[in-house]
């Protein structure tokens, strides 16, 4: 089947044989055209959004994963390096279980405490090195201390820092393409966080659940709004404002790949009012960076989702203000839409380039295994010349492994 080597639109074309299917079916069972399909297996066209890609996945009856490849191992270190923590996540994920820990022996839970908080950095700037050297040891050890609590009160502070652990895990293995257990570590979250009895608790490993679960874009729509509706009567600080917004933000973007755009900017519209409420001077303070700043960066996520190109994007991009662009893995994702959306259109591309390394630059071990960007790179490449901008794209490449 598929190699990680090459692009989305090589694999399409494997599995589209595999398959035993035209051009023609998996176009009309996919809803786009015979040309764009043609085009997209030949690499001049990308296949970055989200709702093509769930199309042409059911069109072939495989899953997402097949077509955007799997894990991809490159000699790059800030590449290759995130993967090596991955066994002992899986181990200290699978191993353990309320009541029935898989060692016998923790540090302090104060000390457990301080050094889960000592990652939020390292989660913010995607730095996946310096995460999957301490949580699995960490996890470890919170089970310990969830399973032989000194009271109740101890219980229960482990048991959020178990969930909050679990949930960075979770979001680790779904930016390293391991989704199986990415879902896994967003289940044990929210497991871990019902024992705290706090709502809000619950919902923020929600969050990660629903953004890390099966590309089955009406269940995560309704998974959603069920959550947010669930939370509302409890949000009544920052925080809680912080985590339902980041419910309406999922609400938004899953919508947006069902390609309905009113009810994706009904969702928008939601999170800017409950960004009014949150104080954003200092994103980075603020739970998953929840604000108007974030607000403004999913939305132009959600315009290139919804096939927006061009100077378009930009113009909704300049609605981020840089001096509060202050969160490396936002900043990232920001900068990789605006390269997608100019991407699209010939007349952009080699400004593409540009926010490409851009985001490189802001987050590189997120940037270097994120399949979108190794999308855009590899699309790119196909249209370089003999430039600054194609040796940039051709440096790039090599950092992500992608041919070139």
């Not at 101890?154 to 199986?180: F, Q, V, W």
């Not at 809000?200 to 890390?212: D, F, H, L, W």
């Not at 959550?227 to 985590?243: C, I, K, N, S």
Request: proline letters at 5%; a neutral charge.
């Amino acid at each position: 089947m598929g190699n990680d080597d090459t692009t989305i639109g090589t694999r399409l074309r494997e599995l589209r044989h595999w398959r035993r299917m035209t051009l023609a079916e998996v176009a009309g069972l996919a809803g786009i055209s015979v040309v764009y399909l043609s085009m997209a297996e030949r690499g001049l066209r990308p296949l970055d959004r989200r709702s093509m890609i769930s199309a042409l996945a059911a069109a072939l009856r495989v899953s997402e994963s097949e077509l955007t490849g799997g894990p991809h191992l490159g000699t790059d270190p800030l590449q290759s390096g995130p993967h090596a923590a991955i066994p002992a996540l899986r181990a200290a994920l699978a191993m353990n279980a309320i009541g029935e820990p898989a060692t016998d022996r923790a540090r302090p839970l104060p000390v457990l405490v301080a050094e889960l908080d000592a990652l939020r950095p390292a989660h913010a700037a995607g730095d996946f090195i310096r995460m999957g050297g301490a949580l699995p040891g960490l996890i470890d050890e919170l089970y310990v201390r969830v399973s032989e609590p000194a009271d109740e009160a101890a219980k229960i502070t482990a048991a959020g820092t178990l969930a909050e652990a679990c949930r960075l895990a979770a979001s680790m293995c779904h930016s390293l393409s391991y989704n199986d257990l990415s879902q896994l570590a967003a289940r044990t979250a929210v497991d871990a966080a019902r024992l705290t009895g706090d709502p809000v608790r619950v919902s923020m490993a929600r969050v990660e659940q629903i953004g890390t679960a099966p590309r089955v874009w009406d269940r995560s729509l309704a998974l959603a709004e069920r959550a947010a509706a669930e939370l509302e009567p409890h949000a009544r600080d920052e925080t809680g404002f912080q985590v339902l917004g980041m419910l309406t933000l999922r609400c938004a973007l899953s919508a947006a790949v069902m390609q309905d755009g009113a009810l994706a900017g009904h969702w928008l519209g939601e999170a800017q009012a409950l960004a009014g409420r949150v104080n954003d001077d200092d994103p980075a303070g603020n739970w998953e960076w929840f604000g108007a700043t974030n607000v403004a960066i999913w939305r132009v996520a959600i315009a290139v989702e919804r096939g927006e190109s061009g100077r378009v994007v930009c113009e909704l991009a300049s609605a981020a203000d840089p001096a509060k662009l202050t969160v490396p893995t936002r900043r990232g994702c920001l900068y990789l839409d605006v390269a997608r959306g100019l991407a699209r259109e010939k007349a952009t591309q080699d400004d593409a380039v540009t926010w490409l390394r851009r985001a490189e630059s802001a987050a590189p071990q997120w940037f270097r295994n994120y399949p979108a960007a190794r999308e855009s790179v590899a699309f790119l490449l196909t249209r370089a010349r003999a430039t600054a901008g194609g040796r940039e794209l051709r440096g790039m490449a090599a950092r992500m492994g992608v041919p070139h």
